[in-house]
């Protein structure tokens, strides 16, 4: 049975090798939000999800993103929380306050705003979803700011302070979280 699985995940691996090589030519997304050896690779997270107490004050379905802990709570009932390893924004680039989720997107496609282009002017003006594409497999639209809680292919990133202040996670927490959440979730961002 294993063999009949391996070559087709084999030539899988060798095309997105390949594809992700020849990307990697003409723009290294590597460098688009902190970078790292593993964009293209993915992998589970250095902090794994869990479920935990919480004490806090938020009612049930409400997240909230401790800047300062590089951890997001999905507050759950009676006193728990499931808590996911997150990276943040870079010094200059954290932020606190309440919001909503005003949109959830599979695979979103990607528009530097200008904020970032006038940083980086080497930037796309815009990528297609998929799996190159610097917000991963999910994003979570933060009202009307520039925010995001999105995927990430780069593992390593994960309770690190690297990004232009969106909250990234492994694709596969990011994925776990979107299930949970609908529209109109309230975000609390704690930066203290």
């Known amino acids: 049975m294993i063999r009949f699985f391996a070559a087709p995940i084999a030539a899988i691996a060798l095309l997105s090798a390949t594809a992700g090589g020849a990307f990697a030519e003409e723009f290294d997304s590597r460098d688009i939000m902190g970078g790292g050896p593993n964009f293209f690779r993915g992998g589970s997270s250095p902090i794994p999800r869990t479920t935990v107490n919480y004490n806090g004050t938020y009612a049930p379905g409400t997240i909230v993103v401790n800047t300062t802990e590089r951890r997001l709570y999905l507050v759950l009932q009676n006193g728990q929380a499931l808590r996911y390893g997150i990276g943040v924004g870079r010094d200059g680039f954290r932020w606190g306050g309440v919001h909503r989720i005003t949109a959830k997107k599979e695979w979103p496609a990607w528009t530097p705003p200008s904020q970032m282009l006038a940083r980086r002017p080497d930037l796309p003006r815009h990528m297609k979803g998929g799996i190159e594409n610097p917000l991963g497999a999910r994003a979570m639209y933060l009202g009307s700011t520039l925010y995001r809680i999105h995927g990430s292919n780069e593992p390593e990133t994960i309770g690190q302070a690297v990004s232009s202040g969106c ?16 529209v109109g979730t309230t975000v609390v961002v704690l930066n203290n």
Request: no cysteine; aromatic share 12%; glycine share 6%.
């Open 167 to 182: 909250f990234r996670m492994t694709n596969e927490d990011v994925s776990d979280l979107y299930g949970r959440v609908s």
